[in-house]
């Protein structure tokens, strides 16, 4: 993409892998504004924050950045500043009134708006856009890719949830589900193996209700990863992140027999008990989830399983605590996303339901599930000892340049001696010895 003029534009993302691929969006369309992606806050001419509603904390790291930009903007300014993503969705006027140093306010459906607002903007005005939209998909837009190591990329491929899990800000900030049109998935697909990407990952806030349907004709989401791991079989094909209610018996037999579809499922829990369930309106109950875990584990015995869980939601008892660590156990699962219940504003818990459970009962109900998953993730990672696996090198280890470091399929984090290898390559490791986080080995 040509870039038309020198302006420097420093963006930094909060929040899901959705927020990143939003930014590599918005990094294309301010391109063709002359703006060039910079990885330094200190030379931008306009800082873009895109953030993340999903907890409390979240907003106020936002806030508390928003503190430090300020005494840049002292320093120089001309600085622009721009809210983008949930937070700016969920306060709209509001945040640009409580924030003086916020020039532009854009929610997640208004990217494209993005060149008029800035116009404003740079004359000397305040701007803000948070209409959302029932189609937009930024289908067409080739992503500027950020922080990349020219291995893996995001694609994504549908927008907005209707699910309306009582606890969660998402479908007030980003709107109805909407899939992207499959033709211009595939093209971004066969242009990033062209560029030599080895690692796709097809996101969505519920990538697997993606579903396209056309001139009487529909494809559904095992439909269209089938065809994404088509495009290349040097491609591997990760997806997130999945609803329960939405893991077929399609999906997983699609992925069982697919080589380069990655065997890891991430699958959200949330709680182990139908009561909990319930309240939040997670649509499937402990049982069903749990037929879901048989049915994976029966077609892709080594698939790799991790989870979101929410300690002491509205209600939580004892007992119902007790029945998600149960779950764990049963499922065993490699890694999880482990919080306590944070209230969001004008969600359905807050309205219907009273935060009960004292920040002390969260904090040690949240402990004990951490502590049981750094158990069941050290249980799987021993269970790998002595296997060899195919690892995809991302980069160097975090701890020695001798060592490199890359994901095998089940999107365990393996490391070994370097030798002759690089980033990119496809390596042999049997694995030696582990962490309860990384699997050490060596090549074969
Ligand atoms: S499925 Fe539930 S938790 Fe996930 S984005 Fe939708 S409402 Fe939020």
């Known amino acids: ?182 033709e211009t998935i595939l093209n971004e697909a066969q242009d990033l193996v062209a560029k030599g990407y080895k690692e796709v990952t097809l996101l969505g806030q519920n990538v697997n209700s993606y579903t396209w349907e056309n001139n009487g004709k529909s494809l559904s989401f095992p439909e269209l990863i089938a065809k994404v791991a088509a495009v290349s079989p040097e491609l591997r094909v990760r997806f997130a992140t999945s609803h329960p209610k939405d893991i077929s018996d399609e999906l997983i037999k699609t992925i069982a027999k697919t080589p380069n579809i990655c065997n890891a499922i991430h699958l959200p829990i949330q709680s182990g008990s139908n009561t909990v369930l319930k309240r939040m309106n997670r649509k499937y109950t402990r049982e069903w989830y749990m037929d879901r875990i048989t049915t994976i584990k029966k077609y892709i015995p080594e698939c790799g399983l991790s989870t979101d869980i929410i300690a002491g939601f509205c209600g939580e008892t004892e007992e119902e605590h007790k029945e998600t660590l149960a779950l764990m156990e049963w499922v065993g699962y490699d890694y999880a996303f482990m919080f306590k219940y944070s209230e969001r504003p004008n969600t359905i818990a807050q309205k219907k339901f009273v935060d009960d ?68 390559d496809y390596v042999l490791v049997k694995v030696t010895s582990c962490t309860a986080a990384t699997l050490i080995g060596e090549a074969v």
Do not use: H, W
């Open 1 to 182: 993409m040509e870039i038309k003029d020198n302006k420097n534009l420093y963006i930094e993302t909060y929040g899901c892998q959705m927020n990143l691929s939003d930014s590599e969006i918005v990094g294309s369309i301010m391109a063709e504004e002359g703006y060039k992606t910079s990885d330094a806050a200190e030379n931008a001419d306009i800082i873009f924050i895109n953030t993340c509603s999903i907890r409390d904390n979240a907003e106020k790291r936002i806030r508390k950045r928003l503190r430090e930009i300020k005494k840049m903007k002292k320093a120089n300014p001309d600085l622009k500043v721009g809210i983008l993503g949930c937070m700016a969705e969920r306060l709209k006027q509001q945040l640009l009134d409580e924030e003086e140093v916020v020039d532009l306010i854009v929610g997640p459906d208004a990217y494209r708006d993005l060149p008029n607002l800035i116009k404003t903007v740079e004359s000397g005005r305040r701007a803000i856009n948070v209409l959302l939209s029932e189609d937009e998909t930024y289908s067409e837009i080739e992503p500027v890719r950020l922080g990349s190591n020219n291995i893996s990329a995001f694609i994504s491929i549908m927008r907005g949830c209707e699910n309306f899990c009582t606890y969660c800000v998402v479908p007030f900030t980003r709107g109805k589900e909407r899939s992207r049109d499959p």
């Open 357 to 424: 459970v004292p920040e002390d009962v969260k904090s040690s109900r949240l402990t004990e599930i951490i502590a049981l998953q750094q158990e069941l993730a050290l249980r799987s990672n021993k269970e790998n000892i002595g296997k060899t696996f195919e690892v995809l090198v991302e980069g160097f280890s975090k701890r020695s340049d001798a060592d490199l470091a890359g994901r095998n399929s089940q999107n365990k984090m393996l490391v070994f001696p370097k030798r002759n290898f690089k980033v990119g």
